[in-house]
């Protein structure tokens, strides 16, 4: 025990002031301010209110809308070099935002925000589903150069590639469930990844001081400014509702421009739709049929996803108070993060999918 005690002893003394410690209240603030000067004014007025504002889904509205110019310039000018908008999208949040650890055996992400595990959870299942994308992005390529040889064998063997890519893709998003709390993703992921743009709760947009006098308006980050099924639908032929179809094609320029220029080169190919009917090959078309099938299935099960963590959610946070959770403004409650009325637009589009689907006799 005297060992012990010899072993604690500090070569110099300890004071409690040296480290803020206060000998009476110990780590606890002395005597805290209970006004700031009169600069802060606004801010002191809605700290005093806020969990009134928070239950009444009235804290963006007392908030000015105004980035303040030392953030706003040098995300505007970072933003402008990579040629992206300055808002979170879905290449800061997922493809820049996973690391390894553990002799490389396990994922994680490097950077987060409040949503804890299901966050993560949310964005590391996101980086598998890109991942189990990979394939199919190899196979689109290989199907592009058959079609120029050309080669039949080739492209058939490139197009059922693609099918599985595609249906891995759908097995990998199901971890979700495993990962991601709905309460968790609805009341605080959301809001971290709405933005202003189609955005009821701030329909004026946000001020970037220094760089505008205006509010702008970007939407938040969303699953549509993946590049994937972009690149899949431009490569079947799907055409989209003007609507839908409008939404998308505006996403890409929430993309790196290198993959919004994959996408723009793909379109400008030769077309595998025409190319699959002038070919009159049946297990051709069969495989083409198969790929579309397999894409309209996975944004069926996108839309089961949504139902699940955000239209079964709002019904559940309607129900029952969750005092735990502050929750997005009720505006939000049908709204996808990038601003769309979410179940239609992604019916709408998995409808466009299916009438893809070439006909076949017999």
């Known amino acids: 025990m005297e060992l012990q005690r010899q072993n604690l002893k500090t070569?110099?003394?300890?004071?409690?002031?040296?480290?803020?410690?206060?000998?009476?209240?110990?780590?606890?603030?002395?005597?805290?301010?209970?006004?700031?000067?009169?600069?802060?004014?606004?801010?002191?007025?809605?700290?005093?209110?806020?969990?009134?504002?928070?239950?009444?889904?009235?804290?963006?509205?007392?908030?000015?809308?105004?980035?303040?110019r030392n953030l706003a310039l040098p995300f505007v000018e970072v933003s402008r070099?990579?040629?992206?908008?300055?808002?979170?999208?879905?290449?800061?949040?997922?493809?820049?935002?996973?690391?390894?650890?553990?002799?490389?055996?396990?994922?994680?992400?490097?950077?987060?925000?409040?949503?804890?595990?299901?966050?993560?959870?949310?964005?590391?299942?996101?980086?598998?589903?890109?991942k189990a994308a990979v394939p199919g992005i190899k196979a689109l390529v290989e199907a592009v150069n058959a079609m120029l040889q050309p080669s039949q064998d080739s492209l058939l063997q490139a197009?059922?590639?693609?099918?599985?890519?595609?249906?891995?893709?759908?097995?990998?998003l199901g971890q979700m469930h495993d990962y991601v709390d709905p309460d968790i993703f609805y009341a605080v992921i959301r809001i971290f990844l709405s933005g202003w743009k189609d955005n009821p709760a701030m329909p004026v947009g946000l001020i970037y001081e220094g760089v505008s006098t205006e509010p702008l308006k970007y939407s938040g980050g969303s699953a549509a400014q993946s590049t994937v099924l972009h690149a899949f639908d431009e490569f079947l032929g799907i055409r989209h509702s003007k609507e839908s179809g409008d939404f998308l094609l505006n996403m890409r320029d929430y993309m790196p421009p290198s993959h919004k220029a994959f996408i723009e080169a793909i379109q400008s190919a030769r077309s595998l739709r025409d190319h699959v009917l002038s070919s009159g090959n049946g297990p051709l078309m069969t495989a083409y049929n198969q790929c579309v099938q397999a894409l309209a299935d996975l944004r069926s099960y996108h839309i089961t996803m949504v139902t699940k963590y955000v239209i079964t959610s709002a019904a559940k946070a309607k129900g029952r108070k969750l005092s735990h959770l502050p929750g997005p403004p009720r505006v939000l409650e049908d709204r996808g993060t990038g601003g769309t009325t979410v179940l239609s637009f992604l019916k709408s589009v998995r409808n466009q999918t299916l009438e893809a689907i070439l006909p076949q006799s017999g």
């Not at 606004?42 to 209110?49: C, D, L, N, T, Y």
């Not at 650890?101 to 804890?116: K, Q």
């Not at 197009?159 to 990998?172: A, F, G, K, P």
Request: with cysteine; glycine share 4%.
């Open 11 to 68: 070569t110099s003394s300890l004071s409690l002031g040296r480290f803020h410690i206060s000998e009476d209240c110990g780590f606890l603030l002395p005597k805290p301010l209970k006004e700031l000067p009169d600069h802060y004014r606004p801010w002191m007025e809605i700290a005093s209110k806020l969990p009134d504002l928070i239950e009444c889904h009235q804290l963006r509205a007392q908030v000015n809308e105004v980035l303040p």
């Open 81 to 130: 070099n990579l040629g992206l908008p300055p808002i979170l999208v879905h290449a800061d949040l997922v493809l820049t935002n996973w690391t390894t650890r553990n002799y490389e055996r396990n994922l994680d992400t490097i950077f987060s925000f409040p949503g804890g595990e299901s966050l993560r959870g949310f964005i590391l299942v996101t980086v598998l589903v890109e």
């Open 159 to 172: 197009l059922q590639r693609l099918r599985l890519s595609i249906q891995d893709v759908t097995r990998t």
